[in-house]
């Protein structure tokens, strides 16, 4: 007498649980689990958040996390071109500002080769061919400045790869489960629309399946 209702109860659970199907093709059982249509568990699927925050305390490691491996070489490459770029201005930069200094305080310029306005000349050039001194301390000047520009505008794509680096990890995580199958296409299609006003027209149809 028991054995009947434990089987009604159990068949009862059964169809609770079918109910639960929201679509055909997943069932979605917690924040990170799915149900693919051939019925396996998807036990994993990438967080947002945490795509940032790992990303945020190792550049590239979100894409890691997200399993977007074929991302790396496009982050660090952007990253190490950056930190060439910041290091090759700061040296070129360092260069002209000492060489700047150090003409202006000579009263008498110097001969020694060593000195950084004469190391800093282009081989074979001398003060003289340069425009004399007042030019060439002038030249100095807008290098160490330009220099100095460069260098800047460096640290900020240094900074502009880091946040696009995050907002890629963050748009991937999300888009990670995105249908990107064959199924989502667009075709055009001919037709004849019949408009009681008017006498048959041929007209162009966009059709878009899902």
């Not at 924040?31 to 568990?41: A, S, V």
């Not at 003289?128 to 505008?153: F, P, V, W």
């Not at 640290?155 to 790869?161: C, K």
Request: net charge negative; glycine share 6%; hydrophobic share 40%.
């Amino acid at each position: 007498m028991l054995a009947l209702p434990c089987a009604m109860m159990a068949q009862v659970e059964a169809e609770l649980d079918t109910a639960r199907v929201v679509s055909a093709d997943s069932v979605v059982l917690s924040e990170t689990l799915q149900l693919d249509k051939d019925g396996t568990i998807n036990g994993w699927r990438p967080i947002p958040l945490r795509a940032v925050w790992l990303g945020a305390i190792v550049p590239g490691l979100g894409q890691i996390y997200n399993q977007s491996y074929w991302k790396l070489p496009i982050v660090y490459g952007g990253f190490m071109g950056c930190v060439y770029a910041i290091s090759w201005n700061s040296t070129m930069y360092t260069e002209y500002k000492q060489a700047y200094i150090d003409i202006v305080s000579d009263e008498v310029l110097s001969d020694d080769p060593t000195r950084s306005y004469n190391a800093i000349l282009p081989k074979g050039y001398t003060i003289e061919m340069m425009g004399g001194r007042a030019s060439y301390t002038s030249t100095l000047n807008n290098k160490q400045a330009l220099y100095r520009r460069y260098r800047d505008i460096s640290i900020v794509a240094t900074l502009a790869v880091y946040v696009l680096s995050l907002i890629d990890a963050y748009v991937d995580a999300q888009l990670f489960d995105f249908d990107v199958s064959p199924d989502l296409t667009m075709n055009v299609e001919p037709t004849i629309y019949n408009d009681p006003l008017y006498y048959r027209s041929t007209e162009v149809k966009l059709a878009v399946h899902f």
